[in-house]
């Protein structure tokens, strides 16, 4: 074999590596797009560190609050307040009401997404219990807080913003042991097995 | 090889091919693999064939008679498989093998052995796809398009098998690309510049560049897939950060380079014929070269329209709209050369010449259908619906299936020293030419007045296109069981074929004697 | 004179055969064309869609026109000495420059109803779409209406044991209503795996994916029923989950809101009263082929290795505590899901009634039965 093959060999063995490293790159790669061009659906999952974002004269718009459990997780989750007529430029408090009705320990991760979606980078939250896993005990109850702002950057032609929360059942990824919800044996007759 | 057993003859260190069935599964010789992968690919279409006329079947009348809606799923999904990645590639592949050495001057591939260990481990990825048929919980049933989280949370257990054989077909394709581009960039015959090089060389060049880019992500995606089912993590689960979404990202940065993969070997195929049976040069070689190098460049920013639904922000979804269409711009460049070509040129129609004009005429409506799918507020009553299905059947099936028969027809003469017969050929192509559009022309139609697409079941207005386009389809799939017939005939005997078996052909392997000897060029030739 | 009336008669019963014809024609040609929809963005979606469709049906006829008369008159025996010409750089220059500029002239109209689509404000009426396997359900919300739409075609419809209704696969037990001529915003999501709601008359199709909402909005000029589908594999029922959309005037949806509201509190009246065991089974039933059949199967079989029997089942003969639980919870890992949103209290009992009575499990099993103050017992926290 002559050495120009094994160069261009070596070439594309490196280029065929590279790619497949490309593809897990995606990940942060889409986040740094969408960041830099500002195109972002995505509501960022950690508070925000701008201090000079409030304002003294915003506009007044509507945030109407949406929640849904997700494969019917068995939780009480609704908002307190469906709607709130707030100023862009201003901190605002709201509650999520959240029950654990079942009678095991759950953890839940909630999901925030927003509409128009155009409006999620001008979403900025000081406080949010979408941060982190929200563990309850049975029968334990708890208002679970958002503080969050819209800054002036919102376009003006948007007056009413869609907050939606999503909560998911995240117990399974956290539990070394089965919780006991999952553990008795629901296979009656010939269902499908998990694929776990 | 020391210098001195180069001294003799090359001839006498070479003899035939073994003997035995042994010969197939350890061969080195590029023209015993292409046929391996032709036969393979052959069989596979058949297989993808039958599962289609289990949906046409299905499809006959509204109501379900034969099967139910999970089997239909895991046949809608099966067929799309096996025709993407065991029938339409690995035929190309074949080609590649035949065609590619003889047509650049060189002895075989450059690496002879990589090439025998990527054909066989085909048939093994391909039994354990199907394998999982048997399995409990049955084959995969999300589409060959696998989107999370139904090929992820929801999916049968056969999924972790799928993946596995995703991979294993990945890396066939790879290696095999390796050994298309090392041949052509360091093996051609001296005097062999890149313009000189005949258009299917160049098809398989520039394809094979867009596989090694995007064989590795689609490896990417579907390891992601296998870590979110078994290892805990959430690149596709929005409970855990992720989002689905980023698999449909993922995969279309494969899937769409993948459909040009599929389709510009068929564009260098027809090139070759269109200029034989014109009796004519090709008109604007160049420009040829540039249009399918344009092409597949720009098949990488193009991805997301086939997401225009997903509730992308505006700019992206205009800037998608304007990449697609431009597209347009190199593959018309394409089909005006080769009208150019037809125009004042000295035609006869032998079969090969009737599936290339087919191509031309089905792959351009097949175009047009793609135009209208890149306007994307059009687009959010095509998505999804029979329209798109009849869209990429049309570019697929009376394109790229029609080129790679054309490309038998054209080139078995060389295979095999022998003819075909004319009058069945002929007779095999216009049975195609009518199935195929029976079966998809409707499709347009039925996608427009609102059907969508994976249905095992239709609303009663969709009921008398459905029918005529399973009419269609049977119709198809009959005939080439007389391709098979023509091909064992063809193989088994018949008129003589002389090297240039054609008036008009041009190229190195038509100075090959018909057959060609087990190994040819192992002096390379001049080229002038 | 007779010559006469047989010539004016000719002229009309051709010109009444034209008219007769072309409206045909244009029946069939809508029935095989996008819908214009009821909406001005389905409008100009569809006037989109045709200025394409002609243009490329014009540059094909030119193009196909120059490829079939060469076919036709440069044969090898028309023309046994090939011109030899292979390149011509201005034509070519001019074929990759005009295709290019018909192409800017496609994307000026598209790029202008794309902006108009994604100029999403505020809604008259905010509707929240949620996509189950395999259903929608619709949560209105300033108005807390809150139901799902099933597939009200019945199964033997499907399975060919009665004949196909009018509107079969389109047909669903609780429609979406709205106004004429307000703009209402839908919420899309989904539950499990990624569906996507398409109404083809409003031209919208937005996917619904889980965890996160799109949003796509309409006004509707006139009144109507229009029916729209599913259209992203979502498993075994992806054919099977359509979607109506009732649109009316503006005092019959505010009754319709009003309704709605009364419903709410007639459902307590029902969850309260004391229910015998047939009006429990005939309820269940009901209940049961709204939702169950499509698994479970009439037979209560279930289609082995995939869905559970219930007929003859331990949970149904033996275990009413257990059965209530699997309802109520779901099953963690198969296609189970909890029907605690999805039924009501009085359907969620009646339901279980039924399966541990019907296909001989009264007669096989304990036979207990469920009443809807067993369900609200059950929702109360268990601490």
Known sequence: M????????????????????????????????????????????RATNDSNIEIDNGRDISVQFVSHNNEEMPWVFKPSEDIINIKTGKYHTATFYVKNTTNTKMTAQAIPSVAPSNAAPHLKKLECFCFEQQELAPGEEALLPIRLIFDDGLPSTIKNVVLSYTIFDVTDYNDVELSQHHSDDHHDGHEMEPSL | MSAVIESHNHDDHHHGPAKGLTRWLYTTNHKDIGT?????????FLIGGAMALVIRAELFQPGMQIVEPEFYNQMLTLHGLVMVFGAVMPAFVGLANWLVPMMVGAPDMALPRMNNLSFWILPFAFFVLLSSLFMEGGAPNFGWTFYAPLSTTYAPPSVTFFIFSIHIMGASSIMGSINVIVTIMNMRAPGMTLM????????????????????????????????????????????????????????????????????????????????????????????????MTSIAILSFVVWAHHMFTVGMPLAAELFFMWATMLIAVPTGVKVFNWVATM???????????LFAIAFVVLFTIGGFSGLMLA???????????????????????????????????????????????????????????????????PQHWIGLAGMPRRYPDYALQFADWNMISSIGAFLFGASQILFLFIVLKTIMGGKKATSKVWEGSRGLEWTLESPPPYHTFTTPPKVD | MLKKITTNFNSIFFFALTALLS?????????????????????????????IYWICVVIGLIVFSIMFYSMYAYTKKKNPNPSTFHEDTKLELAWTVVPFLILVFMAIPASNTLTKIYDDVEGDINIQVVGYQWKWQYKYLEDNINFFSNLATDWDEINNKTPKGEFYLQEVDEAVVIPVGKKVRFLITANDVIHSWWMPDFAIKQDAIPGFINSAWTVVDKPGIFRGKCTELCGKNHGFMPVVVKVVPQEEYDAWVQDKREEAFKMAELTEKNWTLEELNKRGEDAYLKNCVACHQVNGQGIPGIFAALAGSDTALNNRAKHIEILMEGVQGTAMQSFANQLSEVDMAAVITYTRQAWGNAENGDGEIVVPKDIVEYKKPKV
């Open chain 2, 196 to 291: 000189k090089m005949p258009l299917f060389v160049w098809s398989w060049l520039i394809t094979a560049y867009l596989l090694i880019a995007v064989m590795p992500v689609l490896a990417g995606a579907v390891t992601m897939m296998l870590m979110d089912i078994h290892f805990g993590t959430s690149f596709f689960n929005a409970a855990g950060g992720g989002d689905p979404v980023l698999f449909q990202h993922i995969f279309w940065f494969f899937g769409h380079p993948e459909v040009y993969i599929m389709i510009l070997p068929a564009f260098g195929i027809t090139s070759h014929i269109i200029e034989t049976f014109s009796r004519k040069q090709l008109f604007g070689h160049t420009s040829m070269v540039w249009a």
């Open chain 3, 23 to 51: 409206s045909n024609i244009k029946a069939a040609w809508d029935g095989l064309n996008m819908t214009e929809g009821v909406t001005a963005i389905s409008k100009e979606i569809f006037d989109l869609h045709m200025l």
């Open chain 2, 36 to 44: 391996l992968y032709l036969w393979f690919s052959f069989a596979m």
């Open chain 2, 375 to 441: 306007i994307t507020p059009a687009d959010f009553q095509y998505h999804d619906t029979y329209f798109v299905v009849a869209h990429f059947h049309y570019v697929l099936v009376p394109g790229s299936i029609f080129a790679i028969m054309a490309a038998v027809y054209f080139w078995i003469p060389k295979w095999t020293g022998n003819m075909y017969d004319e009058r069945l050929g002929k007779l095999h192509f216009w049975l195609s030419f009518v199935g195929v559009n029976v079966t998809f022309f």
């Open chain 2, 343 to 353: 125009f004042k040129g000295s035609i006869t129609y032998e079969t090969p010449m």
């Open chain 1, 2 to 45: 002559n050495n120009g093959s094994r160069k261009t060999i070596k070439i594309l063995c490196f280029a065929v590596i590279g790619m497949f490293t490309f593809s897990f790159a995606l990940i942060p790669l889409y986040n740094v797009f969408c960041e830099v061009t500002g195109l972002n659906g995505k509501i960022e999952l």
